[in-house]
């Protein structure tokens, strides 16, 4: 996947809350930039050591129904490279090198839909469902949405007064459930975490229909797994969960155990009409060792999320780490994702379009 690459200048920088901005970008004067409610961009920035450039995906917070401007809201993490730097350095004209949208997480509105969303968010995990709520809400008028948004405290929830706005907007269409884990003592909505009993209280309260209802989930990862045992007890299909992970899990202390199936090999990458072939060593991923020798490829999240690095695996065997980036069909069509991806037999040879 060749992917374009943009220098977007800043339109305007809005502090939504102390630990999290939005970055409203205009788009290029020589073209529209499409995206879909729920994508993401990637952000190239020099907040690496000694000014080496870092790249870190964002989901679009604005709406491509809605919003003229392109936005994304980023939270700190603490220690975090990229979030801190754009919370503390972006300002209004400047100009931030970003790769096109990508994302299978999304929702494309259809106006003779009448439908029901579920969206479950928690904290920086409101971006896509802030997207996708106000497309549908826009594009589908008979269509209803739920979100179920967790955080610790009421300062700590981003787009607290837009989300009032868009409830007097569009009325019984959208109902919010807010979660907080450590209120003040004057709050009077729900406290505690989206888990499994609360997630399985909002929906029934939410008349939710578990036959046809769609259900999106963006947060930690156990208040998706949470979330989807939930769903599990009532038979919800797998192809009517959507989830976005923002991070990949956490990797255990304990020490990994050595894979015997992996061993040094020579893979050959078909990209852009130049052929690379070059050894993968057992710890490396294919992408991993790419890099190392500067050959180019494309990549955002390095981590089995994006699809930035999607490519076909015409020859040989490989063996991913983490396969939830893809879906079965894809992964039955030999697609692979480089970033993740491991040869395990000679001959390898990966296409990437
Ligand atoms: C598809 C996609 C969309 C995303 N959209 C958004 C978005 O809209 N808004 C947003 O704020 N972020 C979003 N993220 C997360 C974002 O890409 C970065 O991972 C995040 O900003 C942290 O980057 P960093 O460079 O600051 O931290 P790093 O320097 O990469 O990490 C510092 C430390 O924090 C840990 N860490 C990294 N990310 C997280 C996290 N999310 N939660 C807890 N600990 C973490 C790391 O393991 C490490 O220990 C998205 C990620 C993906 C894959
Ligand atoms: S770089 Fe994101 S899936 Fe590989």
Redesign the pocket.
Same mark, same amino acid.
């Given at each position: 996947m060749s992917l374009k690459t943009y220098f977007l200048q800043v339109k305007e920088v809005v502090q939504e809350t102390a630990d +999290?901005v939005t970055i409203y970008f205009w788009h290029p004067l020589s073209e529209q930039i499409k995206y879909k409610a729920g994508q993401?961009i990637t952000i190239i920035v020099p =907040?690496g050591e000694g000014g080496k450039k !870092?790249r %870190? @995906? *964002? +989901?679009m @917070?604005t709406s491509p129904h809605s919003d003229t401007a392109i936005g !994304? &809201?980023?939270? %700190? !993490?603490?220690?975090?490279?990229? +979030?801190? *730097?754009l919370n503390d350095n972006v300002k209004v004209g400047d100009f931030l090198e970003v790769l096109e949208p990508l994302?299978n997480?999304f929702v494309e509105p259809d106006a003779d839909k009448t439908r029901h969303l579920v969206l479950f968010a928690a904290g +920086?995990g409101i &971006? $896509?469902m802030m997207s996708i709520a106000k497309s549908v809400l826009k594009m589908e008028p008979n269509s209803r949405v739920t979100l179920i948004y967790g955080n610790r405290s009421e300062e700590t929830i981003i787009f607290k007064s837009k989300l009032e706005e868009l409830g007097a907007q569009y009325g019984s269409r959208l109902a919010v459930h807010h979660l907080l884990s450590r209120p003040s003592s004057v709050w009077v909505g729900k406290c505690g975490r989206i888990n499994q009993g609360a997630a399985i209280r909002i929906m029934k309260e939410a008349d939710t229909d578990f036959t046809k209802d769609n259900f999106y989930l963006c947060g $930690?990862v156990g208040m998706m797994e949470d979330v989807i045992a939930g769903l599990g007890i009532y038979n919800v299909s797998k192809d009517r969960i959507h989830r976005?992970?923002?991070?990949?899990p956490?990797v255990e202390d304990e020490p990994q155990e050595a894979d015997d199936s992996l061993q040094t090999q020579t893979v050959k990458v078909k990209y852009n009409g130049d052929e690379y072939e070059f050894e993968v060593q057992p710890h490396q991923t294919i992408l991993e060792a790419a890099l190392d020798l500067d050959i180019d490829l494309p990549y955002? /999240?390095q =981590?089995g999320? /994006?699809t930035a690095c999607m490519g076909t695996c015409t020859e040989g065997k490989v063996k991913l780490d983490e396969e939830d980036g893809l879906t079965e069909k894809e992964l039955k069509r030999g697609l692979i994702l480089t970033c993740v991806a491991h040869p395990i037999s000679k001959g390898v040879v990966i296409e990437i379009d």
């Open positions: +999290s993401f =907040a !870092v %870190r @995906s *964002y +989901s @917070s !994304v &809201t980023v939270k %700190r !993490v603490e220690g975090g490279l990229v +979030s801190n *730097y994302g997480f +920086s &971006t $896509p $930690p976005e992970n923002f991070h990949a956490m955002s /999240c =981590a999320m /994006c």
